[in-house]
């Protein structure tokens, strides 16, 4: 098998954990991802334990395509954890999936999955030496690192070292043979709650529509810097470092979904605000308001609300093709959008539209979709972005693409609008933005579009635009390892 370049691919995934006796946790874990799959399309997988030995099933695909009845069927037991991953080129191996699974040197399994990314793991992979550099992913190295904590220390203690000792973005869930761990970075990059099962029981999850899924209550967040611990005791939480958040803005725009509850605001709440924002921002003479679907969807109404422009689907969205980003060439996304997206040419037809999406990055959907819209009969397009220009990478976690791909990155907004080949374009400023969102601005990430990066990033990522992170396991294969079940 040859290797698997590691370039662009990052962890932008769902996590899900659950401690509960008397339920079918398999299902409560495909249930719960089932809920998290915008957040990851690549892989799936599940982990139980019956407090005697760990089960881990997983594979490429979603999660429908990965398990079935019978799969779930052999996964018995009364805690898991589970996972979705998500990344664009390369590294679409099985050995990627998660959860990750390690032996520690007492012999016991530990099964981890994580979501967001880290910035330190070239520096944590050259001390733990050639085990390290054998991880293809820092989930997989979180998990190493983990297991070798574990010589002189319980595994919560162990958790707390790594988390002590990893820089950037995780939301991770943990679990031994009979303890459920979750843990989120002391920025608090990337969501994680904590739910109750009316039973009995704890749930965690990245997003709140996991939560509702499995019939679970959100009871709160987990806070930045907190570990917390489910076990026969029920739950118990720990601090590993102070807080100070910094919560991803562009989970606002796009990535959570609407119906995720933010302790200040849902993410739909959020998103028709910044179409009211927008509206008074960049208000534009015109017949009707389409949305992008579904990304741009809450916003349209919002848009509309606030102009009086009336609202209309101008575009039939085919759900069953996935985020088109997933595609890992520039000519198969493009091929994905015009699969994704059809034009209505009876609402379109000699109507000036303002047509709200959620961002821009590479360019590639915009200009296919301007053009869409005209050769429909549109007779003006007016683009309006629920975000302001994204000119910067992400190195949390978000795949969003290096920085000489953003096509805000070198050129103006004027610029822009010339190659979507939109008659005008505007973006929502980072202010309004930010205030959709409830919160006070220090407390976001804005780094993507501002460029202040609230976690330093090592030089050679910085200078790269993009994540270096430790290099592709040699003779990686898209086999499962003996002894862990596909
Ligand atoms: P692009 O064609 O590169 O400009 O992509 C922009 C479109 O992709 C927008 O319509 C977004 O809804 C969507 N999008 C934005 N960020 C991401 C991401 N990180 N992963 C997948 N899709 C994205």
């Not at 892989?43 to 030995?53: H, N, P, R, Y």
């Not at 979501?115 to 793991?121: D, E």
């Not at 050769?375 to 976690?397: D, M």
């Amino acid at each position: 098998m040859p290797q698997t370049p590691r370039t662009g691919a990052r962890d932008e995934c769902g996590v899900f954990a659950v401690y509960a006796r008397g339920e079918d946790i398999a299902k409560l874990c495909f249930y719960g991802l089932y809920a998290l799959q915008h957040r990851g399309q690549e892989s799936a997988g599940i982990a139980v334990s019956d407090g005697a030995s760990i089960l881990v099933s997983k594979d490429m695909g979603l999660v429908s395509q990965v398990f079935n009845e019978p799969r779930l069927a052999t996964m018995q037991g009364h805690l898991g954890i589970g996972h979705v991953r998500y990344s664009t080129t390369g590294a679409s191996t099985w050995d990627n999936a998660q959860p990750a699974f390690k032996v520690t040197p007492a012999g016991r399994g530990l099964a981890l999955a994580h979501n967001g990314n880290l910035v330190n793991t070239a520096a944590v992979a050259r001390d733990l030496g050639p085990g390290g550099q054998r991880c293809s992913t820092d989930s997989e190295l979180l998990a190493t690192l983990l297991a070798g904590h574990t010589a002189d220390v319980c595994v919560e203690d162990a958790l707390v070292g790594v988390c002590r000792a990893v820089r950037g973005a995780f939301s991770l869930v943990v679990m031994d043979e009979q303890t459920v761990y979750g843990a989120r970075d002391p920025h608090g990059v990337r969501p994680l709650v904590v739910g109750r099962l009316p039973r009995g029981g704890y749930v965690l999850a990245s997003e709140t529509s996991a939560l509702d899924i499995v019939g679970a209550h959100l009871v709160r967040d987990v806070e930045p810097g907190e570990l917390v611990t489910v076990d026969e005791r029920g739950l118990r939480s720990r601090r590993f470092a102070q807080a100070t958040p910094s919560g991803c803005l562009f989970e606002y725009v796009y990535v959570a979904r609407p119906d995720h509850r933010f302790a200040e605001t849902t993410v739909y709440a959020a998103r028709r605000r910044m179409g009211a924002m927008l509206a008074a921002e960049a208000p534009v003479d015109a017949d009707l308001v389409i949305p992008v679907p579904d990304s741009g969807t809450a916003a349209a109404g919002g848009y509309a609300e606030a102009s009086g422009i009336p609202y209309a689907e101008g575009l039939v969205k085919n759900r069953y093709v996935g985020r088109t980003f997933i595609s890992p060439s520039p000519s198969l996304r493009e091929l994905g959008i015009r699969l994704k997206l059809n034009p209505l040419r009876d609402v379109l037809e000699g109507r000036r539209l303002v047509v709200v999406d959620d961002s821009i990055v590479r360019g590639s959907t915009s200009r296919q979709l301007v053009a869409m819209l005209r050769s429909s009969g549109a007779a003006e397009v007016h683009l309006r972005i629920t975000s302001p220009p994204v000119r910067n990478p992400c190195f949390y976690g978000i795949d969003m693409a290096t920085r000489a791909e953003l096509l805000a990155a070198g050129l103006t907004i004027g610029q822009i609008r010339d190659f979507v080949g939109a008659d005008s374009l505007a973006y929502l400023s980072l202010d309004a933005l930010v205030a959709t969102t409830r919160r006070p601005k220090s407390t976001l990430c804005r780094a993507c579009f501002d460029g202040q990066y609230p976690i330093p990033v090592p030089g050679e990522q910085a200078a790269a635009g993009k994540d270096v992170l430790v290099r592709p396991r040699a003779g990686s294969t898209d086999r499962p390892p003996a002894g862990v079940q596909a």
